[in-house]
């Protein structure tokens, strides 16, 4: 049977050996590793940027996968090293909340601090615990070494929660949480809630703009034009047909997002 896949999520970036050096301690220790990098361009000690992330991509991954998450600022502090035993997989980070909205995707999880210091890289950096802590338990963990064998058991961890839509009678208000690559705005709102105005005219507006949609793909408008539509996280996002809607629209977290539900006239 092939090992476990590892995933990587830092906020490294490419430029700096980090990424490297980490998967170079993971293959010292199981060289049949089989590592998938899902992104280094979190942005700086951005973790909830981070745990979006995750939650978004740890479902299309085989069950049994083996998530690291480093998106570390209280690196060499008091936070704790954490495993999470997860239906989907285990998560393997910083006690700071970035593995816990993935956690709860999963459903009931168990955690577990990474305290076997026998099992760590050292001498142990206080400055880089992906390296000495992080990758040595990710890839004893593909050698099948069991969560209680890596870790203590713990019984409540940091949590984080994204902002919740307030949803009424005929409209549903959210924001945007997140801001990709192309300048693609997702918001919280997602598809399930707009589901409960099924037949009825939907308007959606960002601040004081009202934008095209919800329609079926970007190119359902002109080049150019702004549109909201259902994304790949399976949430509202307002975007630009081959644009920037994050710059046009000078948007970003936080920035408010309407959808108004209107009847049909008879």
Do not use: C
Request: glycine share 10%.
């Amino acid at each position: 049977m092939a090992p476990p896949i590892i995933t990587l999520l830092t906020d490294f970036g490419l430029d700096d050996a980090y990424v490297g050096l980490m998967k170079g301690v993971i293959l010292g220790i199981n060289p049949e590793a089989r590592l998938v990098d899902l992104t280094h361009a979190v942005a700086p000690q951005d973790v909830m940027r981070a745990a979006l992330i995750l939650r978004s991509a740890a479902a299309y991954f085989p069950k049994g996968t083996i998530h690291v998450v480093v998106v570390d600022p209280g690196v060499g502090s008091k936070r704790r090293p954490l495993l999470l035993d997860t239906p989907a997989g285990l998560l393997i980070g910083p006690d700071n909340g970035v593995l816990s909205l993935a956690a709860r995707e999963a459903g009931a999880y168990k955690g577990y601090v990474l305290d076997k210091i026998e099992l760590f890289r050292h001498p142990v950096s206080s400055t880089f615990h992906g390296r000495d802590i992080f990758a040595p338990i990710a890839a004893r963990a593909s050698l099948g070494a069991a969560p209680g064998e890596l870790g203590t058991a713990v019984v409540s961890i940091v949590e984080l929660h994204a902002p919740q839509p307030r949803v009424s009678a005929d409209s549903i208000h959210g924001e945007v949480i997140y801001t990709d690559n192309f300048g693609n705005l997702v918001t919280n709102i997602g598809s399930d809630a707009l589901a409960v105005f099924r037949g009825q005219t939907l308007s959606v507006s960002i601040d004081s703009i009202t934008v095209a949609g919800p329609l079926a793909a970007y190119a359902d408008v002109e080049e150019g034009a702004p549109l909201a539509l259902i994304g790949s996280w399976s949430m509202l996002e307002i975007a630009i047909r081959n644009g920037d809607a994050a710059a046009k629209l000078k948007a970003g977290p936080g920035t408010q997002v309407t959808v108004k539900a209107h009847t049909p006239n008879p």
